[in-house]
């Protein structure tokens, strides 16, 4: 199964959409029970937390295997995934301005 983050972003929309698609099992990590509802009504497996709640992360976590990180936010909600992750050695994909922005300062080109 694939956790979805980004409750409000036409990206995780757009993700959703095609892993319903390609009927990949998927949950969206929503803060919102009115996003959870919508989204629920979809298909989606929803999970009603917090990112910036390690607790609330670890469950959000449980039966998961991918993740597509959509953290507006930045570093502060990737932190807590990745120290639940690194361990279990999972696939981040990760969409956020902040990290963008640090790997065009980083590159060569």
């Given at each position: 199964m694939?956790?979805?983050?980004?409750?409000?972003?036409a990206v995780r929309n757009a993700v959703l959409k095609?892993?319903?698609?390609?009927?990949?099992?998927?949950?969206?990590?929503v803060r919102k029970p009115s996003v959870a509802e919508k989204l629920e009504a979809q298909g989606v497996e929803t999970f009603l937390g917090d990112m910036t709640e390690r607790e609330s992360v670890q469950k959000a976590l449980q039966g998961i295997e991918r993740v597509y990180l959509?953290?507006?936010?930045?570093?502060?909600?990737?932190k807590n995934f990745v120290d639940e992750l690194?361990?279990?050695?999972?696939?981040?994909?990760?969409?956020s301005r902040a990290t963008k922005a640090r790997k065009r300062a980083q590159s060569p080109l």
């Open positions: 694939m956790l979805v983050t980004g409750t409000m972003s095609e892993l319903l698609a390609r009927k990949i099992p998927v949950r969206a990590f959509i953290s507006p936010t930045g570093i502060v909600n990737v690194s361990p279990r050695r999972c696939h981040i994909n990760q969409n």
